[in-house]
């Protein structure tokens, strides 16, 4: 029997890649978008109109699929915003945006989830978090601390659901070619911002990497490949070995010298 696979945020970039993959591998395919009727003809599987951060709506979409398809094997959340600025300049509104998207997000798919997965015997869940969020990254200090509260929250979820046979893993991907960056919140750049020119700087090379980024089918083999395993692990890195490689070199270099490290980096004083 083909497995149900349900991913957050799949009409466009990293979702949309991974939900063409799969469907193309036979699995049956659901995704969800807060506007599903604008992607109709460019999905190659279903989308359920659904937002993160409504828990009502995240809980008829859950239901939805359950009614179709009567069980739920795989939960990819996927969903989430950018946001990039100061954080000292950076509206409260859109800090808690932020993490309502992609932390508290999630959380609500899950809880939603998990009593399904749980009664048929087992399931599970991806949570696609960000290389950001292994550093705190300057200008990028909201995203980071989002995606890394996700892959904490994550490693929690793992320990208290194994014992229903429910499997959970983080997949953080570096930078990727999707458009991430339009839909992105940008803190503006005032002219009397004593951060003017270091933001400016610094947000002109993180779009400079988007564009450059690597395939987004390259995660949706990632996601494959896990789904396939049976034994997925905590975490996975996926990207450039460069950006893989920066998790390590927090792990081995004196903390000082890693800070110098990435504010040489993004050449900042």
């Known amino acids: 029997m083909s497995k149900v696979i349900f991913i957050t945020g799949g009409s466009s970039g990293i979702g949309k890649a991974v939900g063409d993959f799969l469907h193309e591998k036979g699995f049956k395919v659901y995704g969800t978008s807060r506007n599903?009727?604008?992607?109709?003809?460019?999905?190659?599987?279903?989308?359920?109109?659904?937002?993160?951060?409504?828990?009502?709506?995240?809980?008829?979409?859950?239901?939805?699929?359950?009614?179709?398809?009567?069980?739920?094997?795989?939960?990819?959340?996927?969903?989430?915003?950018?946001?990039?600025?100061?954080?000292?300049?950076?509206?409260?509104?859109?800090?808690?945006?932020?993490?309502?998207?992609?932390?508290?997000?999630p959380i609500r798919v899950i809880k939603a989830a998990l009593p399904h997965m749980r009664s048929q015997g087992g399931g599970l869940v991806i949570n696609i978090t960000s290389i950001a969020g292994s550093m705190g990254l300057p200008y990028r200090g909201i995203y980071s601390a989002t995606k890394s509260a996700l892959e904490i929250t994550t490693e929690a979820l793992r320990m208290e659901t194994k014992q229903f046979g429910i499997e959970m893993t983080n997949v953080a991907p570096g930078d990727f070619a999707t458009n991430i960056a339009a839909g992105r919140y940008h803190a503006p750049e005032r002219a009397d911002s004593p951060y003017q020119e270091a933001y400016g700087a610094t947000l002109r090379m993180m779009n400079e990497h988007v564009d450059g980024g690597e395939d987004p089918a390259l995660m949706a083999k990632v996601v494959y490949n896990i789904i396939t395993s049976g034994n997925p692990k905590v975490r996975y890195k996926v990207g450039a070995f460069l950006q893989k490689f920066s998790v390590v070199l927090k792990h081995m270099l004196p903390q000082r010298m890693y800070e110098r490290m990435l504010m040489?980096?993004?050449?900042?004083?």
């Open 36 to 105: 599903p009727q604008g992607y109709s003809d460019s999905s190659k599987f279903e989308l359920i109109k659904m937002d993160v951060c409504d828990t009502e709506s995240v809980q008829q979409a859950i239901s939805e699929v359950i009614q179709k398809e009567n069980r739920l094997d795989v939960l990819i959340n996927n969903a989430g915003v950018g946001i990039t600025g100061p954080v000292e300049e950076t509206p409260d509104s859109e800090i808690h945006k932020a993490f309502n998207t992609n932390v508290y997000g």
């Open 264 to 269: 040489n980096h993004y050449k900042l004083k």
